[in-house]
Nanobody, 129 residues
C-alpha cells in the first residue's frame, strides 16, 4: 500500500504560481511512476502530468509527460529521498481551477487514470481572474 497526501493548494490570481506537493508513505517510493490529475467542477478527471521513477526512458521515451494545456507552464519533479513529488505551476489561469490529485503506480508512466493504483485526497487550486 502507498498513502499519498497532497498539499500546497490555495487561492491565487491569474498569472501567479503555486507548488503542489505529494508526500508518499507506506512502501518504497522508488519503482512508482507518479502522476497529477485534476477535476474541475462539473467535469471529469483530467490528466495533467506524470513522471517516471528513475528518469530513465519510459512512456513516450521521456521521463515526464504533460497534457498540452500545461506545457511550458507546469513542471513535475520528484525527490526520492523525501518520497515526494512536486507540481510547480506557473502562469496560472482561471481554467486551471480544480481539485488536484496525486496518483502512483508500479510501472511506466501513463496518462490513463485507471492505470494508477493509489490516489491522494486532493488539494483545491482556485485561480481568480
Amino acid at each position: 500500500q502507498v498513502q499519498l497526501v497532497e498539499s500546497g493548494g490555495g487561492l491565487v490570481q491569474a498569472g501567479g504560481s503555486l507548488r503542489l506537493s505529494c508526500a508518499a508513505s507506506g512502501r518504497t517510493f522508488s519503482g512508482h511512476a507518479m502522476g497529477w490529475f485534476r477535476q474541475a467542477p462539473g467535469k471529469g478527471r483530467e490528466f495533467v502530468a506524470a513522471i517516471g521513477w528513475s528518469g530513465t526512458s519510459t512512456y513516450y521515451g521521456d521521463s515526464t509527460v504533460y497534457t498540452d494545456s500545461v506545457k511550458g507552464r507546469f513542471a513535475i519533479s520528484r525527490d526520492n529521498a523525501k518520497n515526494t513529488v512536486y507540481l510547480q505551476m506557473n502562469d496560472l489561469k482561471p481554467e486551471d481551477t480544480a481539485v488536484y490529485y496525486c496518483a502512483a503506480r508500479v510501472g511506466p508512466i501513463t496518462i490513463i487514470g485507471r492505470d494508477y493504483s493509489y490516489w491522494g485526497q486532493g488539494t483545491q487550486v482556485t485561480v481568480s481572474s
